[in-house]
């Protein structure tokens, strides 16, 4: 008898860095492409523990599996997985708060730097000659303004381990950077950064370029709505890493269309993919990715190994590094894994 693992859902051309992992349980490995309950709840019905990319894990899937002790998420954030209804049934959740950190903070610098130097729109006026046909001096002035980083005031909302990193690489660039209050942030960690804490509104107001680093939530959602908004600068740049729905992007383009805000760096979006006739794909204000920040190998390479290593952890009696709710340790509705019998020698 082995405990049986379902990899709900991974887009990711391998997984031989988990299976070297994993190699240390008696275990069958399953991989699906499920991305709805109707499909989880039919591969995983005898599974012992998921990995779960975005899958949908919501109670009504882990009622449907009660052998399933344990859901391991690929990466940071778990919208997809009801933490809540796993406390209630006793599974225990895991992420890996530590993933891609520093890949997040490079891409959101990276984003401020190309959209307020102008890189994308410089780089196809070389590329598509009218550079070259009306001249390096005008092409340059067609792409004014611009402005002196270190005379710029960066606004971050959400200062945790990303932000503040992204903090330190601004600081770098002589920066000055105010963030909004989070009770979060301890007073240590305040304490090694040069950050004004100020409410949200004042933030708003004074940042010349914002950058979000909140998970989505029902109190994040669409937290940098119309009405926020209009309290930036006109020409202010909105910089968002974190998820989609945390700006409204209905009202994100109207205020870029009416210049009311000065331009955006993306690599997230509400809807994903971003629709061929989505209006931020004609505006030469906007910088766009494909929600790709997280990426690098090394990033890459950890999130497998960290991922299966909590399944390991878990099913060797240990209690995983990063569990998401610690109270289902002590729960009396905790699932507890079953034993299988030990490996037989060869």
Aim: charged share 20%; proline share 6%; glycine share 6%.
């Amino acid at each position: 008898m082995s405990y049986k693992i379902v990899i709900t859902d991974l887009e990711h051309p391998t997984i031989a860095p988990e299976l070297e992992v994993l190699a240390a349980l008696d275990a069958k490995i399953e991989r699906y492409d499920c991305r709805t309950e109707e499909e989880v709840i039919e591969a995983a019905s005898a599974a012992d523990g998921l990995m779960v990319a975005f899958a949908p894990i919501t109670s009504r899937v882990l009622k449907a599996l009660p052998g399933c002790s344990i859901v391991a998420r690929f990466g940071i954030g778990v919208d997809m997985i009801d933490v809540a209804a796993a406390t209630e049934h006793g599974v225990v959740v895991t992420n890996v708060p530590d993933f891609c950190l520093d890949e997040v903070a490079d891409h959101t610098v990276a984003l401020l730097l190309a959209v307020s130097r102008k890189i994308v729109f410089l780089d196809r006026a070389v590329r598509e000659g009218w550079a070259a046909t009306n001249g390096y001096w005008r092409t340059t002035t067609i792409a004014e303004p611009m402005w002196r980083l270190s005379k710029q005031t960066l606004g971050i909302v959400g200062l945790g381990k990303i932000g503040q990193r992204v903090a330190r690489r601004a600081q770098a660039f002589g920066m000055r950077v105010i963030a909004s209050s989070d009770p979060g942030v301890s007073s240590a960690e305040l304490a090694s950064l040069s950050v004004s804490m100020l409410p949200l509104e004042v933030v708003l107001a004074q940042a010349d370029f914002l950058t979000l680093h909140v998970p989505v939530s029902e109190d994040s959602c669409h937290l940098i709505d119309a009405d926020r908004l209009v309290l930036m600068k006109p020409t202010a740049t909105v910089i968002n890493t974190s998820r989609g729905p945390v700006i409204d992007q209905a009202a994100l383009v109207d205020a870029l269309t009416s210049g009311r805000l000065g331009g955006a760096g993306l690599d997230v979006y509400e809807q994903e993919p971003l629709p061929a006739d989505d209006p931020l794909i004609g505006m030469d204000n906007v910088v766009l990715c494909s929600h790709a920040a997280w990426y690098s190998a090394d990033a890459f390479h950890e999130m497998k190994v960290k991922t299966a290593q909590a399944i390991v952890d878990h099913f060797q009696g240990r209690v995983p590094r990063y569990v998401l709710n610690p109270a289902v340790l002590s729960s009396p509705q905790r699932r507890m894994p079953r034993i299988p019998h030990p490996r037989q020698p060869l």
